[in-house]
């Protein structure tokens, strides 16, 4: 399973071609027109990266990259901006608004992906490393968790939820607490939709021996436990 990139670019034709080849790489793509929809789609789901055109209809992709990371939901996802221009002062623009590297139209899919994967391994925060607890390895880097050597085949929430979990071990989180943490604080989810994905982790882990690493916590929610 691979990052999750949300596009932002009004140009259709280069959304699709875009979106077409990040696809093909393996990655999961939310495409947004213009800020209000780049805002939408954010407000669903937390993607990995955000590919930001630089000239929106609607708010700047500038003032798009300063409103990101201003605020705390937002901050810390990596931004890569795309830009028709190549100058220098419109390049440091976009760096002091925040954008982790810039790409300049027209580029090659193969470029964008070498400077996406580059931008994630940097962000990763573990710079690819790996947390090893429980019998599992999260490869941040990789966006992959593995059981025994094998991957862990689970869905994009249930990844987030188990990444979650193992950098924060052997503590108790609420629901609203995961949902927080983990679907970000703007997602109106029922509280029950964390059982839901547990339940899939579960299943997920189950397949390798593992789902007791999940613990329920009677009255207080869930912990993840390396201990027998
Ligand atoms: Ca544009």
Redesign the pocket.
Known sequence: MGATILLV???EAIREMTAFSLAQAGFDIEEAADAQQAVTCLAERRPDLILL?W??PDISGIELARRFKREDLTRDIPLIMLTARGEEDEKLRGFDAGADDYITKPFSPKELIARIKAVLRRSSGLNGEVVSLGGLELDEGAHRIFANGRPVDMGPTEYRLLSFFMRHPERVYSRGQLLDRVWGSNVYVEERTVDVHIRRLRKALEAHGLARVIQTVRGAGYRFSAQE
């Open positions: 670019e009004d140009e055109d000239m929106l």
